[in-house]
């Protein structure tokens, strides 16, 4: 049996600071990064090109061609970053930056102590080309455990300790470690009571795929959250036969204005259309399996480098709600209610 000494009490969520209770939990961005590198694993050890405001646009629009967008890891500029989103009154941020990205535990407590904002951890692994050889040997047993002390213990070594699990880079078709990363994942995330979240293949199958590896691990649909869907599903009634299924549907790319996604060729929607598919969703009776964040992990869309910054949510998405008829309590739903359920542990 795993032992549950580290993590906190059932209805707690556990913060790079220590446990608080569900209810310190407000606005909350449920899949954020604020220190990570994601430069893609062909372009590592080419020279950084900065982002100016002659280069801002193609750093948005090409991300991955730009060596060097890819990577944050100053603290202090992340916790100034916060700052906004704290001011239009955010609570909290999940930060997913998991193996093979560059986690910095202890980057991140020191990002919550000087922001004030709350900083979740995830923990786990994330697609198969950004991790090492010896990750990769791992069998599922070691993957658990590996997880099992980020969550009891803390992350790598250290005491900081993870409050969800993932994000857990999944392909399409899903690479054999990939499998296991996940099985481990939704084991542990069952035995304990933490959420899972999950970087999904970009395949209507890879989602269903997804959902029965881990409800097979005895993980209640509602404590899975599918990530990307932006990137994922492109028809309502796609997403509809989904959250069917009792899993958290995240459009977590708010801000993403652009058409071209850097990683395949694929139409993004813009905010308005994600607005248009989270009605829909909510209508179809779905709202409470809604998740909507930003998934920062470039310098182009920090405040400091002329993007939009942690408050496009509350700042600019917020409104443009209201304005278009979302309720108070839909609102609520969305960035407060849904992330304080997943984020405290289940008994
Ligand atoms: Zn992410």
């Known amino acids: 049996m795993i032992s549950v000494g580290g993590l906190a009490p059932p209805g707690w969520v556990m913060t790079v600071s220590g446990a608080v209770p569900a209810s310190a939990i407000g ?53 100034r970053e916060l700052a906004p989103f704290r001011a239009a009154g955010g609570t909290h941020v999940v930060e997913l930056t998991i193996d093979g990205i560059a986690p ?66 999944c392909s399409w078709p899903l ?57 994922t599903l492109f028809s309502l009634d796609a997403m509809i036969r989904i959250a069917a299924l009792g899993a958290v549907l995240e459009f977590d790319f708010f801000g993403i204005e652009t058409t071209r996604y850097w990683i395949a060729s694929v139409d993004l929607p813009n905010d308005g259309a994600r607005l248009r598919y989270v009605r829909g969703l909510i209508d179809a009776g779905f709202g409470g399996r809604l998740l909507i964040s930003q998934d ?27 304005a278009r008829g979302f309720t108070d309590g839909e609102i609520a739903t969305l960035l407060v209610e849904t992330p304080r359920r997943l984020l405290a542990r289940a008994a």
């Open 27 to 79: 606005p909350t961005l449920m899949h954020e990064h604020l220190l990570c590198d994601i430069t893609l694993p062909e372009m590592r050890g080419v020279p950084h090109r900065p982002v100016t405001l002659e280069t801002h646009f193609a750093a948005l629009y090409r991300p991955e061609q730009h060596p060097g967008n890819h990577v944050l890891d100053d603290p202090a500029l992340a916790a």
């Open 104 to 169: 910095d535990p202890q980057g991140l407590r020191r990002i919550a102590e000087a922001s004030g904002v709350g900083v979740i951890a995830g923990c786990g692994t994330y697609i198969t080309p950004y991790l090492n050889a010896e990750t990769l040997a791992l069998d599922e047993d070691a993957l658990a455990a590996r997880i099992e002390a980020a969550v009891t213990t803390g992350i790598a070594g250290t005491d900081v300790r993870a409050g969800i699990i993932g994000e857990i880079g």
């Open 175 to 231: 690479h054999p470690f990939e499998r296991r990363a996940l099985v481990a994942a939704a084991r542990v995330a069952a035995r304990t009571g933490l959420a899972l979240t999950v970087h999904p293949g970009r395949d209507e199958a890879a989602l269903r795929e997804i959902v029965d590896i881990a409800t097979g691990e005895g993980l209640a649909p509602d404590r899975l959250v599918l990530g990307h869907i932006d990137r």
């Open 296 to 322: 920062i992990c470039t310098k182009a869309r920090l405040a400091a480098f002329g993007g939009h910054g942690y408050a496009h949510m509350l700042a600019n998405v917020v409104p443009m709600m209201q």
